[in-house]
């Protein structure tokens, strides 16, 4: 197996990142989920509050841990490519190099270093996949989702810092606590798409300065190098398949979605481990677009099976996630306070009704031998 990469370097871009218990799940077929476990930390008490601080729906790490056998973990980006690096082995991995294009049918990945010929082509190439493009020119492409979004980094200091999600009126700011002394802080606000601002640090003061403790006092101590934006865009109208030819998509390059979810990353992970077990080819090439994509494969190729898999799947994952996006971007007064109240009420009639809600999708199995393919979710019910 080669790994193309367009990067020169692995460039540790991007900060905070979730990986679910069935992101783990997937991960231990490999024997990646104890390091990522070691190096990362759990998320902790969670759930979703008002802009005063008030609690709306919260849950915990135990309870998490009782219903799927393991919890949520944050962790670095740059960290999880790291462990993924050191998993492929650098002989394997071919930096800086761009694909120009895919001839799907006959398995030729074309280069600037030079055509190369494989039995799979696995196309993680991003939201903006020239990949998918190629192989679905009449699919429109990703669509704005109506919210623009911050991300940073931020020393704890002497702070005491729990995971939580707080809402307003079109606005959502939320904490993580990471290994490190660190807090992954991220943050959206109702933008038409392409808006240009200064000082991204101070729009944050500015919105959420008056919000519940610890946000003004993480925003007063934050360094403005540490804060990036980016406008979230997903694939609102899913593609037809998830392959052509020998080429198979995965992660965002099939199924963009916003991150309301916490399942970007782990949707991707299931994908690979999915391709993985329905597939027997070892000269797969893989490539990416910064992010060192790629896996082994093996055990009877298949990929009308790997669609078969992950669409319908991945479909209900992007509608949900954007359902969730559409519910923070309320504004008009009664709306949010409607939306507030029957939050918490249903909370109150159901405590575990935030974990229940996730069942079918930390519920998630890996596919294997014994089960014929993947299989649904066995949480507690």
């Not at 799979?120 to 190629?134: C, E, F, M, P, W």
């Not at 702070?159 to 009126?169: A, C, D, F, M, P």
């Not at 990036?228 to 995965?250: F, Q």
């Not at 893989?286 to 055990?299: A, E, K, L, R």
Request: aromatic fraction near 4%; proline fraction near 6%.
């Amino acid at each position: 197996m080669t790994v193309l990469e367009r990067a020169a370097k692995i460039d540790p871009i991007g900060s905070g990142l979730a990986i679910a218990a069935n992101a783990l799940r997937a991960l231990d077929t490999l024997d990646l989920g104890d390091p990522i476990r070691k190096l990362s930390r759990l998320q902790g008490q969670g759930g979703i509050r008002r802009h005063d601080g008030r609690w709306l729906v919260r849950t915990t790490t135990e309870a998490a841990d009782a219903r799927f056998g393991d919890s949520v973990v944050v962790m670095l980006r740059a960290t999880l490519m790291d462990v993924l690096v050191d998993a492929l082995g650098a002989d394997r991995l071919r930096l800086g190099t761009t694909v120009t294009g895919v001839e799907a049918e006959g398995g030729v990945v074309r280069t600037d270093d030079g055509d190369l010929a494989a039995d799979l082509i696995v196309a993680a190439d991003g939201i903006h996949s020239k990949t998918r493009q190629a192989l679905f020119p009449e699919h429109p492409g990703p669509t704005y989702a109506g919210v623009t979004a911050w991300r940073g980094l931020i020393p704890r200091g002497d702070l005491t810092i729990s995971g939580s999600e707080s809402w307003g009126r079109g606005l959502v700011f939320g904490i993580t606590p990471m290994a490190d002394d660190m807090v992954y802080v991220y943050a959206t606000d109702v933008l038409p798409a392409g808006t240009v601002l200064g000082d991204e640090l101070e729009e944050l003061r500015r919105r959420f300065g008056d919000w519940h403790e610890p946000i003004p006092t993480l925003l007063r101590t934050a360094d403005p190098a540490k804060i990036i934006r980016n406008d979230i865009h997903y694939l609102r109208t899913p593609l037809p398949s998830y392959h052509k030819g020998k080429v198979a998509l995965v992660g965002d390059a099939a199924h963009a979605m916003p991150p309301n979810l916490g399942q970007g990353a782990c949707q991707a992970i299931e994908d690979a481990i999915t391709l993985a077990y329905l597939t027997n080819t070892s000269s797969g090439i893989g490539h990416g677009n910064g992010s060192g994509g790629g896996i082994d494969t093996h055990s009877g190729t298949d990929l009308a099976a790997y669609t078969a898999a992950r669409l319908e799947r991945t479909t209900a994952v992007v509608r949900r996630s954007m359902s969730i996006c559409k519910v923070t971007q309320l504004r008009n007064p009664a709306a949010v306070w409607l939306r507030d109240f029957g939050m918490s009420l249903a909370a109150r009639l159901s405590p575990d009704l935030m974990l229940r809600s996730m069942n079918d999708l930390l519920g998630w199995q890996p596919p294997t031998a014994s089960a014929g393919g993947e299989h649904g979710p066995t949480p507690r019910a």
